[in-house]
């Protein structure tokens, strides 16, 4: 699994059912952890503890994400961006030297130095800050903008035209008051 698809199955594990009836919180629980662990074929212990600490990893990691297409309260970016040291000291980094060049790999096995290598490699790759949550409201899914300007916004088509079908509906509701 590639950083990209890494980082995003992470992140995207939030409840989504107001848009997509199949999109729930696979964080909820420890047992609902577990088999979001065993369908990805990683170690699948897992505690509630440990899925409380997924869920603020994943809520850290969309905060930041969010910087790339929307502004952020102060508080919350330095808050999203203590846990994450927080993190990555629980979740040490190595790097491994190899012919083709360094790559940062957890030095201990689990997903949460899995997802840490991830953003690191998206980071020093340049592809982190094409990573952005989708505007539309619920939505919040997490994306790789693929524009050449990088101006996408929106997760989808879909979710694109029901914003639009709802800022029309404003508009028009606005103009006949």
Request: net charge neutral; glycine share 6%; charged share 25%.
């Amino acid at each position: 699994m590639d950083a990209t698809d890494t980082v995003l199955g992470f992140v995207n594990s939030h409840d989504g059912a107001a848009v997509d009836p199949d999109r729930v919180d696979n964080f909820v629980d420890g047992t609902r952890f577990r088999d979001w662990l065993a369908a990805r074929e990683l170690p699948a212990e897992a505690s509630d503890a440990d899925a409380a600490a997924a869920r603020e990893l994943r809520e850290a990691l969309i905060d930041l994400v969010r910087t790339h297409s929307a502004e952020v309260a102060a508080e919350r970016l330095a808050e999203a961006e203590a846990q994450l040291s927080r993190f990555a000291l629980r979740h040490p980094l190595t790097s491994v030297i190899t012919a083709s060049g360094v790559a940062l790999r957890p030095a201990q096995p689990g997903v949460f130095g899995d997802v840490l290598a991830g953003v690191a490699e998206l980071s020093l790759s340049g592809r982190w800050a094409r990573l952005k949550t989708c505007r539309a409201h619920p939505c919040r899914w997490v994306f790789v903008d693929q524009t050449r300007n990088g101006s996408a916004v929106y997760c989808s088509p879909g979710c694109a035209s029901k914003a639009a079908m709802r800022a029309y509906r404003e508009r028009k509701k606005a103009s006949s008051s």
